[in-house]
């Protein structure tokens, strides 16, 4: 994990969010699962890669002298 | 679009070639097709951009800090709008209630027409027909026959075409007797369905019609009519002996008989030799009435009104918030007239027996000819014109023209 996967997670946001979108209504369309049921799981796949995107920006476990975390993450 | 996207030059070919394709080869059915599949649209948009993106960090090139932006969501709710009315068009009853976007909607898929199977039922004396609230045009016309019978055809405005005979099956017009009422139900099927009924009735029928939209046609009707609902069309009525009651949230309407023509329409109210007392009750609306007898009673928010009454003057008490008023009367006619304006001026074209009284905003316009009936005619911004009626004057030089829609022949196949 370091600042590279966060930047990559972040962009892959957007496109996994589409993806996902896209399933809940073909879900609904062919498989039944009412999509008005099914929308959560857009929250749920953005929280867990909002969560990603914060691990992965964390610190390395010893930091440098002097490094400020709050410098570094990326939000 | 970002730069270096694919996904932008790619939805744009691909817009350019479903509407090609929709103009060109229209059987093909593109858009019926994308009524049910758009879902794998987005699923398709985000892969190609995953898979861009994975690209490029392979490669170690910059990527972007948002996979898909603003603008792009924006074009997928779009898309998502979009494809949910089409499929819900396609799949329920449900249309967008937005006019416009209903119309796009709408225009993307087909229509498709059916002759409904005719259906009659032998009605008694007295007969009362019940048209209940459905989504189409409606002529009512009396025949001298003893039965209802209900012919017409049917729009289906949906995005795939049902077969022909299974619809005729599936949305038949039910005609159901309950008591002395002969009910007209047009049931409505898959898709979204738009009848056109043709429906005759014994002369002496009454007729309760409780609407939504389009237009109503009611002609050579012997009994009492009853119109309700709220009414985005016309409505029409010829030739009604009996009274006639007009309902729908902006205006009401009475009168106790149309020998000849009222034509009604979201804007305007004309007509044509009625029988009276005469009740009208508007919010906006511009009314000429010509020919009426017994008493009029006209209240309006808004609107212009002209009047030109029979050969003998009726009552009339008539206000206008905000619009001109004008009067023609018989050179000989009989009367007690008392006219103002709160703002605005007065014209006698009349002459004799009236007397004007401007004050500095308003006027005034009074007279009375041989003790006749009262005329009051009041109104807060606008004109006031009294004026003699020509010999050929008892109906407007352009009077009511109902077109009727036998200008256009229903296709009906009759079995």
């Known amino acids: 994990m370091n600042r590279n996967s966060a930047i990559l997670l972040s962009a892959i946001r957007g496109p996994l969010l589409m993806i996902t979108l896209g399933a809940l209504v073909a879900l609904d369309y062919f498989a039944g699962y009412r999509f008005s049921r099914t929308w959560p799981v857009l929250i749920i796949v953005y929280g867990v890669l909002k969560l990603l995107e914060k691990i992965a920006a964390q610190p390395p476990a010893r930091p440098p002298s002097g490094y400020v975390a709050s410098q570094d993450s990326v939000i | ?415």
């Not at chain 2, 898709?191 to 005759?200: Q, R, S």
Request: glycine share 10%; charged share 20%.
């Open chain 2, 1 to 415: 679009m970002r730069r270096g996207s694919i996904i932008g030059p790619l939805i744009l070919i691909g817009i350019g070639v479903l509407f090609l394709l929709r103009n060109f080869w229209p059987e093909i059915a593109v858009f019926d097709f994308l009524a049910l599949y758009w879902p794998f649209l987005l699923i398709a948009w985000g892969v190609i951009r995953l898979v861009e993106i994975l690209f490029w960090a392979a490669q170690s090139r910059p990527l972007p800090r948002n996979g898909i932006s603003g603008g792009e969501w924006l074009l997928a709710l779009f898309i998502c709008l979009l494809g949910g009315s089409m499929y819900a068009a396609q799949h329920s009853e449900w249309l967008p209630r937005m006019r416009v976007w209903r119309g796009f909607v709408l225009n993307l898929g087909e229509s498709h027409q059916y002759p409904l199977a005719p259906v009659e039922m032998p009605c008694p004396k007295n007969c009362q027909v019940v048209i209940e609230s459905f989504r189409g045009n409606v002529r009512i016309t009396g025949m001298s026959d003893s039965v209802v019978r209900v012919t017409g055809r049917e729009t289906i405005l949906s995005f795939h075409r049902p077969h022909p005979d299974l619809t005729n099956q599936q949305t038949p017009v039910q005609l159901l007797q309950q008591g002395d009422k002969m009910i007209v139900r047009p049931s409505e099927g898959q898709g979204a369905v738009l009848a056109d009924l043709d429906i005759t009735v014994p002369p002496n029928s009454s007729i309760q019609a409780h609407g939504r939209s389009g237009d109503f046609n009611i002609e050579d009707i012997n009994g009492p009519v009853t119109v309700d609902g709220s009414y985005g069309g016309e409505v029409q009525l010829r030739n009604v002996g009996q009274p006639v009651r007009y309902r729908d949230p902006r205006m009401t309407f009475s009168c106790e008989a149309v020998p000849g023509a009222i034509h009604m329409t979201r804007s305007e109210v004309r007509a044509d030799n009625v029988a009276g007392p005469v009740v009208l009750t508007a919010r906006s609306r511009d009314v000429r009435i010509s020919g009426f007898t017994q008493s009029l009673a006209l209240m309006l928010d808004r609107g212009d009104i002209q009047l030109a009454p029979g050969s003998s003057v009726p009552k009339m008490d008539v206000h206008t918030r905000s619009g001109d008023i004008d009067l023609a009367l018989p050179p000989d006619a009989k009367f007690d007239l008392s006219a103002s304006t709160d703002r605005g001026e007065v014209h006698n074209d009349y002459g004799g027996p009236l007397n004007v009284d401007a004050s500095t905003r308003g006027a005034t316009i009074s007279g009375s000819v041989a003790g006749g009936p009262q005329l009051r005619l009041e109104t807060g911004r606008g004109d006031v014109s009294i004026r003699k009626s020509s010999t050929e004057e008892t109906s407007f030089p352009e009077s009511p023209q109902i077109p009727t829609s036998t200008d256009e022949p229903l296709h009906v196949e009759h079995q």
